[in-house]
């Protein structure tokens, strides 16, 4: 056993891409130390007992002959033996790491998301690992924006699906609402109805109390108004979409029209049919890449690598 050290990846997280990763790095050892650099960046941890480095960490050196695989590592502190992938998403996989990063950058760099289909036909997996392979990243990107909203909040609400019969179509209607920051972050839910009690409880676990609403004139938001520092509200149906207030403030519900073109340009473009009980973790995946707009590809990948630790999804519980 010999001492791991940190370890510094030569390449530039902004310069990958999908060429990058499919000449240089469809090596799998050189695709574990790229994986490696983005989890630990300062070093590994113990993701049995979350030891850094108050203890050392070894790396085993596979012998000849031996059953040990290579990138195995063991914790001076609790004595256990794991890998980069322990702990994350990745655990279990027997898909090679090289696809897994590929599958992450296509997934970080189509601004209207890709169907498993594809992913399937481009990485030459079966159609139910590559299914199982995104779902696991999408629920990897939930929950990327961890605070409360601030400063003006635009809020509004959409139906995704209601394909098919015209009698039920209703019934198959799942409403999304979003809350995004103007010029910042964003959140975006399920929601089981757009009734004034599920619309206000989200209201009021996800926006500080300081902060500015606009939405339009959707009466559920009315009932919680006061709880907010201001709440601005344009009219629609008289064909107002920016509301120029006293303060400064552009109230509108544009940004979260945008969102919503651009989930229902996937559900249409990409996916073609969306089921209720999935539908959570696309719209997690739509909030992830409009909160990392501002980043590069590449910076966008090593983002939700970093959130796929911590992170495990068992084919049990998706199906």
Not at 38 to 54: F, Q, S, T, V, Y
Not at 251 to 272: D, I, M, P, Q, Y
Request: some cysteine; glycine content about 6%; charged content about 25%.
């Amino acid at each position: 056993m010999c001492h791991i050290k940190d370890m510094k990846e030569s390449i530039k997280k902004d310069e990958l891409n999908l060429v990058t990763l499919a000449q240089e790095y469809s090596d799998e050892d050189k695709s574990r130390a790229l994986l490696e650099s983005m989890l630990w960046p300062d070093g590994p941890i113990c993701p049995h007992c979350k030891n850094h480095k108050e203890k050392a960490i070894y790396r085993l050196q596979p012998k000849e002959g031996s059953k040990t695989r290579k990138g195995v590592c063991k914790c001076g502190a609790c004595r256990k033996q794991f890998t980069v992938t322990v702990g994350t998403v990745f655990e279990h996989s027997h898909i090679k790491i090289s696809k897994w990063l590929m599958a992450i950058f296509i997934i970080c760099s189509s601004k209207k998301s890709i169907s498993a289909l594809q992913v399937s036909r481009m990485l030459d997996l079966s159609y139910e690992s590559a299914w199982f392979m995104v779902h696991r990243l999408r629920y990897a990107f939930a929950d990327n924006c961890k605070r409360q909203l601030k400063g003006v909040v635009e809020i509004d609400e959409t139906f995704v699906g209601g394909k098919g019969d015209r009698k039920t179509r209703l019934s198959r209607l799942t409403p999304v609402m979003a809350l995004i920051e103007q010029g910042g972050n964003m959140k975006a839910q399920v929601v089981p109805n757009v009734s004034f009690k599920n619309l206000g409880k989200v209201l009021r676990e996800e926006v500080q109390k300081d902060a500015v609403i606009c939405s339009d004139e959707n009466t559920a938001y009315k009932t919680v108004n006061k709880e907010f520092k201001a709440h601005h509200t344009v009219c629609h149906s008289k064909y107002e979409y920016i509301l120029r207030t006293p303060d400064g403030i552009a109230a509108g519900t544009n940004h979260c029209e945008s969102f919503f073109s651009l989930l229902k340009r996937g559900v249409h473009g990409a996916w073609h049919n969306v089921s209720r009980e999935h539908l959570h973790r696309y719209v997690g995946e739509f909030a992830f890449r409009w909160n990392t707009r501002k980043l590069t590809d590449g910076q966008r990948m090593e983002t939700a690598i970093g959130l796929t630790a911590g992170k495990r999804l068992t084919y049990r519980q998706v199906i």
